[in-house]
């Protein structure tokens, strides 16, 4: 277990928070979980035991140099290594940040300490959280999340319930796709009443466009993942960014990709840069002879315009 000697890194830029300052609040790799998908690697210490794993003032002394040197970032997220709340100081930190900086502060976590009230009062002194539910029924939580022994699904659900509860902050709840291990129908509809119940504000889908921890871990297709998206309701969105997924055809994305996803799928611009890839630029110079020639047409959902083929309108 090495401490790490830089605890702030960044800024990254991030798709869901902009431009992201990175804290780092546990040494590599201390976790609950050892998630299949994991892109930073194997959990090596698997725990729920809370502790001062990170000195706080260091981390304190740390961002106030970067704040001094002139650092920009929209948000300072807590993260790091593993499982931010593992750290007992979250929220002493996070006190200690807003005397240096009113840059908003995230969370990101895998919400398994939630069901500790101590957690919560902690976490609800962010701005807001990015938790994680990627399986609601015990096979899936074994078969993605790996957990530590004591851990349940329903605790960690009931957490997030709590929490969502005293917390007024945005909640952006994240769903990691691991096709065959949490994507047939009883779970996807487990899911689902799991959304209801905990109310996050956005439900983020993403699945393995990058490196992960154990091989052979099977990222969904844009197709797969929009079809996910419309079962799991309207609060979804997709957040993995498939330009960063090794292409396996080796082919540049052309009119008949965006035909093939909207036959399937109506999607709207968004959700098409997003699955393929591409600029918005270049998607509407892609959609424009499309809708010329009336492959595809253009309807309005609640104010958006979402394409789609004759046959599938
Ligand atoms: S919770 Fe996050 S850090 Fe921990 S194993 Fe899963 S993906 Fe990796």
């Known amino acids: 277990m090495t401490e790490p000697t830089n605890t702030v890194f960044g800024p990254v830029p991030s798709r869901r928070l902009g431009l ?29 035991t809370r502790k001062a794993y990170v000195d706080i003032q260091t981390i304190l002394d740390q961002l106030k140099a970067r704040l ?34 009113s840059i908003p502060i995230a969370i990101i976590t895998n919400s398994t300490l939630l069901n500790d009230p101590e957690v919560r009062t902690q976490c ?37 319930v709590d929490f969502r509860a005293q917390f007024s902050g945005q909640i952006w709840l994240e769903i990691f796709l691991v096709e065959g291990l949490n994507t047939d129908p009883d779970h996807l509809d487990a899911l689902k009443l799991a959304i209801e119940r905990i109310a996050p504000d956005r439900v983020q889908l993403n699945t393995a466009v990058r490196p992960t921890a154990d091989s052979g871990i099977a990222r969904l297709s844009p197709e797969r993942m929009l079809a996910m998206a419309n079962h799991l309701g309207p609060k979804c969105e997709i957040i993995a960014d498939f330009s960063k997924a090794p292409s396996t055809a080796g082919e540049a994305i052309g009119p008949a990709h965006i035909l093939n996803l909207v036959d399937r799928h109506p999607s ?24 010329q020639s009336r492959q595809v047409l253009c309807i309005q959902r609640d104010g958006t315009p979402f394409y789609s083929t004759p046959k599938s309108t």
């Not at 393929?276 to 509407?284: D, I, N, Q, S, Y």
Request: proline share 6%; net charge negative; with cysteine.
């Open 68 to 101: 001094a040197d002139g650092v920009k970032a929209d948000v300072i997220s807590l993260t790091g290594s593993g499982e931010p709340t593992l750290n007992t100081g979250l929220g002493d930190l996070i006190d200690g940040i807003r005397t240096l900086t």
């Open 268 to 291: 709207s611009m968004s959700d098409i840069c997003t699955c393929l890839g591409l600029p918005l630029a270049r998607a509407e110079d892609l959609m424009t002879p499309l809708l």
């Open 20 to 48: 992201s300052l990175g804290i780092d609040l546990v040494p590599y790799k201390v976790c609950s979980l050892d998630c299949v998908y994991c892109q930073i690697d194997r959990t090596t210490e698997k725990s729920l």
């Open 124 to 160: 609800a002194k962010a701005d807001m959280i990015l938790p994680s539910l990627d399986a609601v029924l015990p096979e899936a939580y074994a078969r993605v999340n790996r957990p530590c022994e004591s851990l349940t699904v329903q605790a960690l659900i009931q957490g997030l």
